[in-house]
C-alpha cells in the first residue's frame, strides 16, 4: 500500500512511525515543506515543497500513484486539498474545506454549536469590524472576555482577559489590530477551569475516540508567557486525566458525537479523517473552546505513541466506513511529551541555529518538528524544533523519562520542565476540586 503524508513537523513524523510499525506492507511517501531527516528517513520517495500549493501536492501523489494520502496540518485542509485528492480518485484521511470550517473559522464553529443546540456552548459575538465591541466587552466584565482571531493563527491568535489582556483599552486595540489585519474576531466570554483535548477517528458515521490528552500552551514554567503551538503534553495510563471524571469524558465524546452529526448535516458531505475537540472543564461542567480538523500537535505524538491497533487498517476502516466495526487499542500507559523551542520563541525565536540530537538514547520516540538538515546536522527553522515522548507505566515515571531525554538535545534552545510533573499536576486536580465545591 502506498501512502502519502503531507506536512513536516513532528505530528506528521509520529503519523509516518505509525505507518512504519504497520504488519501491513506499506510504501511510505511524503511531501514536507522543508528536508526533514526524520520522516524522509522513512520515505520512499518524498518532495519539498509549499503546503498550501494544491496542484503541486495532487500531482505528486498521481505520480507515485499512492493508494491513500493523510493530511497533517491545517493550512492544506484550508485550502481544499482533501477535496482536490477526492477528485484525483485518491483516498484521503483529512475534511473537505467546506467541513474544515469547523477549524478554520471559529464563527463557523460556534454558530454551529447555537444552530443545532449542542452542550458545551458559550456567549459569543462575531465581529467584522469595530461596531458594537466595546458594549459587548463590557457586558462580559473586565476579566471575562476572550478575543480570537476569525481563521488560521498557529494557535497564537488567542487573547485572554487578565492573562493577556489587562485593560477593556488593550482588548479594544487587540481587536483593532486584528481588523486592522483583515481578520474577522470574535469575542466570548472566559471560562475557569482545565483544557483538555480529546480527539476521535472520523468515517463519517462513527466517532471513535482516543486517549484524553492536555496540552501546555504557554511558553514558560508555571503557564506563564505567551501563547504557543504547544510545549507539551500528558494523559495518563487510564487514557484519561487526573482531574476529569468519567462524566466528563463522556460528555467531551458526546459533543463531539453531536458536532460531526451537526457538521454533517449542514454541509451535506461525510466526514473522514480526525475531529479535535479543545474542552475545559469548569464547575458547571464542560465546554467547548475550539475544534480543529485534525490531529493535535502535541497530543498526536502522545496517542499514537501508544497506538496498537494497525494505524493502516484504522486508516482502511475510515475510509471504508467501517469503524464501528474495527476495535480500537491503546497500550494502557501513561506518556509524557516534551518540546525544545529555540530560544526567544514564539515572537523572536532564534533562527537556523543547530541542534544536535545525538544524545537521546530512545530515538524511537524522538519526533523532530520544525527542522531542516543542511550538510548532515539539523536546523532549527524557529518553530517548535523537536519533542521527546515518555512512556511508562505511571505520569512519574514517564515525566522522568520524557525529563531526562529532552535534557539530552543540545542546542539553542529551551524546553518546559514542570510538563508532566506531579506538582503541576496536583495544582491542576486541586483547582478543579476547589471550583466544584464552589470555593
Not at 493550512?75 to 484525483?88: E, I, N, T
Not at 487514557?239 to 460528555?251: E, G
Request: proline letters at 4%.
Amino acid at each position: 500500500m502506498k501512502v502519502l503524508v503531507i506536512g513536516s513537523g513532528a505530528r506528521e513524523h509520529a503519523i509516518a512511525r505509525a505507518l512504519h510499525r504497520s504488519p501491513s506492507e506499506v510504501a511510505l511517501y511524503a511531501y514536507v515543506q522543508s528536508h526533514h531527516p526524520g520522516i524522509i528517513s522513512l520515505a520512499t520517495a518524498y518532495q519539498v515543497g509549499d503546503m498550501i500549493c494544491v496542484p503541486d501536492i495532487v500531482a505528486a501523489a498521481m505520480r507515485w500513484q499512492v493508494d491513500l494520502a493523510i493530511i497533517g496540518p491545517e493550512a492544506p485542509l484550508a485550502q481544499g486539498l482533501a477535496d482536490a485528492l477526492w477528485q484525483a480518485a485518491i483516498p484521503v484521511i483529512g475534511p473537505t474545506k467546506t467541513l474544515a470550517r469547523i477549524e478554520t473559522s471559529k464563527a463557523f464553529a460556534r454558530g454551529l454549536l447555537q444552530k443545532y443546540a449542542i452542550p458545551g456552548a458559550v456567549r459569543f459575538q462575531t465581529f467584522h469590524d469595530m461596531r458594537g465591541v466595546e458594549e459587548f466587552l463590557q457586558d462580559l466584565g473586565k476579566e471575562g472576555f476572550v478575543i480570537k482571531a476569525d481563521g488560521l493563527m498557529g494557535g497564537k491568535g488567542v487573547k485572554v482577559a487578565g492573562d493577556h489582556l489587562h485593560s477593556f483599552t488593550e482588548a479594544w486595540h487587540y481587536c483593532q489590530q486584528l481588523y486592522d489585519e483583515g481578520h474577522a474576531f470574535i469575542i466570548e466570554e472566559k471560562l475557569i477551569g482545565q483544557e483538555f483535548s480529546l480527539m476521535g477517528f472520523c468515517d463519517g458515521h462513527t466517532l471513535t475516540p482516543m486517549p484524553v490528552v492536555q496540552d501546555h500552551k504557554r511558553a514558560f514554567v508555571d503557564d506563564r508567557g505567551p501563547n504557543t503551538g504547544g510545549m507539551g503534553s500528558y494523559t495518563d495510563a487510564n487514557h484519561s486525566l487526573p482531574f476529569l471524571t468519567a462524566h466528563d469524558v463522556a460528555q467531551a465524546q458526546k459533543i463531539n458525537e453531536l458536532t460531526i452529526a451537526a457538521l454533517q448535516q449542514e454541509c451535506g458531505e461525510k466526514y473522514i479523517g480526525i475531529l479535535y475537540g479543545s474542552f475545559i472543564a469548569t464547575r458547571h461542567g464542560v465546554a467547548v473552546i475550539e475544534f480543529n480538523a485534525r490531529f493535535g500537535d502535541p497530543e498526536a505524538l502522545n496517542v499514537l505513541s501508544i497506538l496498537e491497533t494497525d494505524f493502516v487498517v484504522i486508516c482502511a476502516a475510515m475510509i471504508e466506513g467501517n469503524l464501528a466495526i474495527t476495535p480500537v487499542e491503546f497500550s494502557s500507559l501513561a506518556t509524557v511529551c516534551k518540546y525544545v523551542v529555540p530560544e526567544g520563541y514564539p515572537d523572536n525565536s532564534v533562527k537556523n541555529s543547530v541542534i544536535d540530537v545525538a544524545a537521546v538514547q530512545d530515538k524511537s520516540h524522538l519526533y523532530l518538528a520544525a527542522v531542516s538538515e543542511v550538510a548532515g546536522k539539523i536546523q532549527a527553522l524557529g518553530s517548535r524544533a523537536a519533542a521527546v515522548v515518555g512512556i511508562a507505566s505511571t505520569l512519574v515515571e514517564a515525566e522522568v523519562l520524557a525529563e531526562e531525554e529532552v535534557r539530552r538535545i543540545k542546542g539553542q534552545v529551551f524546553h518546559r520542565a514542570d510538563i508532566g510533573t506531579a506538582a503541576l499536576i496536583q495544582r491542576r486536580i486541586a483547582q478543579i476540586q476547589n471550583l466544584r465545591a464552589g470555593v
